[in-house]
């Protein structure tokens, strides 16, 4: 496995970390009933779940366009040092984004945001040059 597709795979387990971390706050905000319920209703999520629920959809946002990147520099066989590291940077990006989201660091998630987009637009870049 080249080391932009362990970068893939972990970042795809951090989402499964972060969607066991959102659900497990939101059901204490809002009950069990209603979490496991219909949801006829759109239920608002405030405080840390709601920032936890944002984080996560934030990080499938950035993984869709991730994946495109490690997939194009692997199956084109174009992976280097430059897209290894990248991979990990947008990897450590999205583990420091889940607490500068939920503890609100601000610009910091926003600085964090753009590093992990960053990477990705590198990798993309590196693939067609």
Excluded at 35 to 40: Q, S
Excluded at 111 to 128: E, F, K, P, R, Y
Aim: glycine fraction near 6%; charge should be positive.
């Amino acid at each position: 496995m080249t080391p932009e597709l362990t970068a893939l795979t972990l970042a795809a387990l951090l989402q499964v970390l972060q969607f066991f971390a959102y659900s497990a706050v939101s059901i204490r905000q809002v009950g069990m009933h209603k979490a496991a319920g219909p949801r006829d209703k759109h239920i608002q999520l405030t405080g840390t779940a709601g920032r936890l629920q944002r984080a996560m959809n934030n990080h499938f946002e950035g993984l869709i366009l991730f994946t495109i990147a490690v997939l194009v520099v692997t199956y084109s066989d174009q992976t280097s040092a430059i897209t290894m590291l990248c991979a990990f940077t947008y990897l450590g990006a999205r583990i420091l984004y889940v607490p500068a989201y939920v503890f609100a660091l601000t610009p910091w998630r926003s600085l964090i945001w753009l590093v992990g987009l960053l990477a990705t637009v590198i990798m993309l870049l590196a693939a067609l040059f």
